[in-house]
């Protein structure tokens, strides 16, 4: 499973840059997915669009909008960020533990949801938002993860009974 972050935008549309950089973003993806999944969020809609385009294979799965990889309480996560000032979890965690518990547990069972959409061995290519997509990650494997720049994701790989996460260069 690869998450990615959706590139600059303003509001919930992408800059002519977020537009740019997803388009070449998009070009140097490995490609071979199975299913593209996106929020509800028409920036990351929009982001994952550029990157299919650029990438020009067919995703078999097609594309799903899965509004539960995104939070219901944004505006909370925006004043723990205010109390923390930087995105990490682990500031974010101390600013509003209950947050970040609740959310990473919600986010997380949307990640594994998504698991049970593919075909075995399949790949799929999730595009959302941060620091929500680090909070899905932790909820899903317990690992915390660095915040994610815009465009930039990192790679959820199952395994047996767990998984590992790896950034994506």
């Not at 388009?23 to 509800?40: N, V």
């Not at 899965?66 to 925006?78: A, F, H, I, K, N």
Request: some cysteine; aromatic content about 4%; charged content about 25%.
């Amino acid at each position: 499973m690869e998450i990615r972050r959706h590139t600059d935008a303003d509001g919930d549309v992408l800059t002519a840059e977020g537009v740019r950089a997803a388009l070449a973003i998009g070009a140097r993806l490995g490609g071979d997915y199975d299913l593209a999944i996106s929020t509800d969020a028409q920036r990351a809609t929009q982001t994952l669009a550029c990157f299919l385009a650029a990438l020009g294979q067919k995703v078999p799965g097609g594309v799903i909008v899965e509004p539960d990889l995104r939070s219901e309480v944004e505006d909370r996560w925006r004043s723990a960020y205010q109390i923390a000032g930087t995105g990490s979890l682990q500031a974010l965690r101390e600013a509003d533990p209950e947050l970040v518990y609740e959310d990473s547990g919600r986010l997380g069972a949307a990640l594994r949801r998504v698991l049970d959409y593919l075909p075995e061995g399949g790949r799929v290519l999730v595009v959302g938002h941060s620091p929500t997509n680090e909070a899905a990650v932790l909820g899903l494997t317990g690992e915390m993860v660095a915040p994610l720049a815009k465009g930039d994701g990192v790679l959820v790989i199952a395994r047996g009974d767990g998984y590992s996460v790896q950034p994506l260069e």
